[in-house]
């Protein structure tokens, strides 16, 4: 099975400052979907951003921005001009194109420090 | 709002009871899924639904079950209830049985004392 890891338990940023949290994953797959979820603390889990894996270019959606490297098998957020908002956990998942299940690292809770 | 919608809320319960939780995906959408989060875990994948069949299963005891409706809400059946069961149950929908992004449910927080 596909595994997520994601090393960094905790992090914390200070308030407009950049943050980037890691996420790494195991597949012998070479097509397959990235996402990053956010869950504040009403626990809602939100769609921050998706990758396809086929595409090279990373994607970006306002003040998230990933780095995926494919070969390194690492697929890292990047959050700029961090708000009082972003604070929350943030889970890495994974899912193949061919298969139905998702699988999601362990979460890296975010702090964001006035 | 993400479109999916759970219910209830919040459910406080007893040991060895059973309960039913309930999910309503998105407009459009064919796939359920079910998964568990307890207090400071990850989410644990429980199992699947695409258009009424059941398509993938992940650590599901065999004290819960689930289906889906021809109207394609979803049902996740908890019985003989444990302490260890109290957690967060989140429904997931996505367009298609293949389709790439799910989207969350508000949760159910369940509380078995």
């Known amino acids: 099975a596909q595994t997520v890891t994601q090393s960094q338990p905790e992090m914390s940023v200070q308030e407009a400052e950049t943050v980037t949290l890691s996420c790494t994953y195991d597949?012998?797959?070479?097509?397959?979907?990235l996402f990053w979820y956010k869950q504040p603390p009403s626990r809602q889990m939100i769609l921050v951003i998706r990758?396809?894996?086929?595409?090279?270019q990373n994607a970006t959606e306002n003040r998230f921005s990933v780095n995926f490297q494919k070969a390194a098998k690492s697929f890292s957020l990047k959050i700029s001009d961090s708000q009082l908002g972003d604070a929350a956990m943030y889970f890495c998942?994974?899912?193949?194109?061919?298969?139905?299940?998702?699988?999601f690292g362990t979460g890296t809770s975010l702090t964001v420090i006035p | 709002d993400s479109g999916v919608t759970q219910t209830p809320k919040h459910l406080i319960t007893a040991t060895g009871q059973r309960v039913t939780l309930r999910c309503s995906p998105r407009?459009?959408?064919?796939?359920v899924y079910w998964y568990q989060q307890s207090l400071d875990q990850g989410l644990q994948f429980l199992i699947q639904?695409?258009?009424?069949?059941?398509?993938a299963k992940g650590n599901i005891l065999e004290r819960f079950s689930a289906q889906q409706f021809p109207d394609l809400h979803s049902e996740l059946n908890l019985s003989s209830l444990e302490l260890g069961d109290s957690a967060l149950y989140f429904c997931?929908?996505?367009?298609?049985?293949?389709?790439?992004?799910?989207?969350f449910g508000p949760g159910t927080r369940l509380l078995v004392l």
């Open positions: 998942a994974y899912r193949s194109k061919a298969g139905n299940q998702f699988y």
């Open positions: 407009s459009g959408d064919l796939s």
């Open positions: 639904y695409y258009n009424g069949e059941e398509r």
């Open positions: 990758q396809e894996a086929y595409k090279q």
């Open positions: 997931a929908s996505s367009g298609g049985q293949y389709q790439e992004t799910q989207y």
């Open positions: 597949t012998s797959e070479s097509d397959y979907y």
